[in-house]
Nanobody
Framework: VQLQASGGGSVQAGGSLRLSCVAS????????MGWFRQAPGKEREFLAS????????GYASSVRGRFTISRDNAKNRSYLQMNSLKPEDTAVYFC??????????????????WGQGTQVTVSS
């Protein structure tokens, strides 16, 4: 499975960006797509997840209400709509795919495949 993330860029505080992640290969072997981010000097942080089958979603408290995850099964794509961006949202954003058990849904260890990351920079 290969994942390609795109859509990052530079935006002012309060602005919006939509990230996209396209999956290719044996995509049917993975039932969850997740989004994470990593700021300089910090650990990778879970943001949101979505189940391919029924669209069930989960969010980190830090982004709930501002970020929305969605998917397009026909295109093997997941999206992360990010609104009301803040300077502290500046990070490299990654998409990931896997079959995490519930206890691992919000952790890197739950995901087997990772995209290359896309940079998001929010200026004040």
């Amino acid at each position: 499975v290969q994942l390609q993330a795109s859509g990052g860029g530079s935006v002012q505080a309060g602005g919006s960006l939509r990230l996209s992640c396209v999956a290719s290969g044996r995509t049917f072997t993975n039932n969850v797509m997740g989004w994470f981010r990593q700021a300089p000097g910090k650990e990778r942080e879970f943001l949101a997840s979505i189940r391919w089958r029924d669209g069930g979603t989960g969010y980190a408290s830090s982004v709930r209400g501002r970020f929305t995850i969605s998917r397009d099964n026909a295109k093997n794509r997941s999206y992360l709509q990010m609104n009301s961006l803040k300077p502290e949202d500046t990070a490299v954003y990654f998409c990931a795919a896997g079959n995490p058990i519930l206890s691992a849904l919000m952790f890197e260890r739950g995901y087997r495949y990772w995209g290359q990351g896309t940079q998001v920079t929010v200026s004040s």
